[in-house]
């Protein structure tokens, strides 16, 4: 299977802060809460970022646990991530703008034995690709900006 | 303002490899493509990772456009990833799982002048929760996995 390239869109909503996110047509709204400026008419990305690497857990977990000789009923994950907003709102020194930390917590059902169940934990870890992006350095490169015509002014043709 | 801890939980659904993720009650459904074994009920977790990038550079420049001087009238982010599936399909060595780089490009629809916005474009990436978490290590701490009990097999009462 050959390299795979990814792609998503996200555009300003009109009002406030809210923003809309595609990639091959599905769709999610991302906002903030009131205390930090939106309309909290979606999560926020840092919630979205939990979220992806919790899917990505689950996901890695069900294409793998038989392979892994685990009889796996179902699974969750509570995600946690502690962020200080002096960071990104203020820019104050010494402050990093995301998560200083990620906590995640597996829940699995199953009647395997533990010993199965904490070696599919470790696995789950090992292959997830969120997991890795996050955890490891990832390389953005930002493309020159595209500036798109703003549109003109209303004439004002009765004040003449 | 003092530290926040945003948190998430993700859920496998009955069938496939699809996954609820919900954080304060919003709500996103995940999945994979059938070439890689899903229902394509939703988007995958990485392509959600670049939308939760892409939504957290549009809300960094919505809430910062003004105070930097800049009339921001719109802005969308195109955003792109190259993922080798071989990594977190097959474990192929010396494969990362996760993107190997990732491409993103602003579009701002401005009368502002260009080193205006490509100072703006800087801030962003200097502001961005999400994209500090992507270029800079993350802590992610695994808690004690819980091990939920197993639903027990249906009784045969009938094969007696």
């Known amino acids: 299977m050959p390299t795979m390239t990814f792609k998503a869109t ?12 595609e990639a ?3 769709k999610v709204i991302m906002d903030e809460p009131p205390k930090l400026g939106g309309s909290d008419t979606g999560m926020t990305p840092v919630e979205l ?3 992806a690497l919790g ?5 890695v977990a069900s294409a793998f646990a038989s392979a892994q000789g685990v009889d796996l009923q179902d699974i969750w994950v509570e995600l946690e991530g502690d962020l200080d907003p002096m960071g990104f709102t203020q820019g104050a020194p010494g402050v990093r703008m995301g998560f200083q930390e990620i906590r995640l917590t597996l829940h699995m059902k199953s009647d395997s034995p533990p010993e199965k169940l904490e ?3 470790e696995f789950i870890a090992s292959r997830c690709p969120v997991e890795d992006n996050l955890v490891n350095h990832t390389r953005i490169v930002a493309q020159p900006i595209v500036i798109e015509p703003a549109t003109p002014e209303p004439t004002v043709a009765e004040s003449v």
Chains 1, 2 share one sequence.
Not at 55 to 59: D, E, S
């Open 24 to 26: 091959r047509g599905f």
């Open 10 to 21: 996200t555009r300003k909503l009109p009002t406030g802060l809210a923003v809309e996110g």
């Open 49 to 51: 970022m939990l979220v």
């Open 119 to 121: 070696a599919l934990a």
């Open 55 to 59: 899917g990505c857990q689950v996901i």
